[in-house]
Every structure is written in structure tokens, then in C-alpha cells.
């Protein structure tokens, strides 16, 4: 009489990470060459048209008028990926405009204690929008659409259903303006781009530890689903 015994379990293998050449190869095959080879020709058709438009101060200029997109854009990657969407952020954007130009009213010794304010408001709203997601299961694309009415009502509600009242102070301002900004000798950059190149950075650093990877597999859990 023969017994069979059972298989021994496999034994796990570890893949080695795609190194910078494979991984930026993957990049340009997958549809971010297309996108790169664009955003190239508008460039270049751009400064044909328009020569001044290739020299470093007038390219560091449309970078810094394309900052407030740029850092909604980095915090929506990461609602993406993980299988999400976020439709209350034209809403939050519009609301912390109301509050900002309201509240402050011009001076300057009220800028940085709105600014708190703007800070807390905006973790508030993210953090009600993910406790009903992931507490009351209910679909981020509701929960988000929700937020985005009761935001667009409340701002109106409070200026009267009309225009924004109320100035932004010069301390306020100074954030965004490239004329306060670093020199760097052959042109002067906004502490806005600034704050974007660093958020940048930390989004990558973020993406590529544990805590991103895991977001990522969240996500694609959730497309399978």
C-alpha cells in the first residue's frame, strides 16, 4: 500500500523592482509618451508663435499660474488610485475663497489666523467625506456630489446668493505672487510654485513607500470589484 503525501507549499519567490530604465519605458509605452509628446508640440508650437514665451522668467510664470491645478490635481492622484473620486473640489476651492476674502477684510493682522481656519475647514470636509465612505459604505461619487451641494449652498447662503464681499490683505497675497518670491537670478519664483514642487516631491516619496503601495492595491481591489 502507497500513500501519497502532500505537495510541500511553494515557496515564495521575490521579484526583483523594475529599475529607473524599465519603469520609465513602461511610462512612455503606456500612454505617458503620448501625453509627453503633446504637451511637447503645444510647447513648441507655443514659442514659435511666440518667442518670449521660451525665455525662463515667461515659463517659471505659466508654471506659477498653473500651481492651484497642479496641487488639486496631486491630492486627487491619490483619490484615484485608490479606486475613488472627489467631485467637492471645485466646491472646497469656492468655499475657502469666501471664507478667505470675507473673514480677512483686508487686514493684514487677521491673514494667518484665517488661514488656520481655512486649514481646519479643509481637513474637516476631507474627513467628514472619508468617514462616510468608508463607515456608512456609501460610494464616494454620492458622498462627494453630496458635499459639493451642501459647500455650494452654504457659500451662498452666507453671501446673500451674490458675489463675494470682502479684499484679501497684502500679507495674504504675498503666497502667491512671484514678485515675493526666491531669486534666483535670471528670474524670481513664487513661493507657490515653491510650495508645489515640494508637495510634489512628497507626493512621489509617499507613493513609493509601504503606505502608498498599499493604496494602490486598495484600489485595484476596488476596479475588480
Do not use: C
Amino acid at each position: 500500500m502507497t500513500t501519497t503525501l502532500p505537495e510541500a507549499p511553494a515557496l515564495k519567490t521575490w521579484t526583483k523592482r523594475p529599475g529607473a530604465g524599465a519603469r520609465f519605458k513602461t511610462f512612455m509605452t503606456g500612454g505617458g509618451g503620448v501625453v509627453l509628446a503633446l504637451l511637447v508640440v503645444i510647447l513648441a508650437v507655443i514659442i514659435i508663435n511666440n518667442p518670449n514665451a521660451g525665455e525662463p522668467q515667461s515659463l517659471i510664470n505659466s508654471l506659477h499660474r498653473a500651481t492651484p491645478l497642479m496641487l488639486l490635481a496631486i491630492g486627487q492622484y491619490f483619490v484615484i488610485i485608490m479606486g475613488e473620486f472627489d467631485l467637492s473640489v471645485g466646491a472646497i476651492v469656492t468655499t475657502q475663497a469666501a471664507v478667505a476674502g470675507t473673514l480677512i477684510a483686508g487686514e493684514d493682522s487677521r491673514t494667518y489666523p484665517v488661514i488656520a481656519l481655512m486649514l481646519v475647514l479643509a481637513v474637516a470636509i476631507g474627513l467628514v467625506n472619508g468617514l462616510v465612505v468608508t463607515q456608512l459604505k456609501v460610494p464616494s461619487f454620492i458622498t462627494t456630489l453630496a458635499m459639493m451641494l451642501v459647500l455650494v449652498g452654504g457659500v451662498s447662503l452666507w453671501v446673500g446668493g451674490g458675489i463675494v464681499k470682502g479684499e484679501l490683505s497684502d500679507e495674504f497675497r504675498t503666497w502667491g505672487r512671484a514678485i515675493n518670491g526666491i531669486d534666483l537670478g535670471f528670474s524670481t519664483i513664487s513661493w507657490a510654485v515653491v510650495i508645489t514642487l515640494v508637495t510634489a516631491a512628497l507626493a512621489i516619496l509617499l507613493i513609493r513607500s509601504a503606505y502608498g503601495r498599499t493604496l494602490i492595491s486598495a484600489g485595484g481591489r476596488a476596479s475588480t470589484v
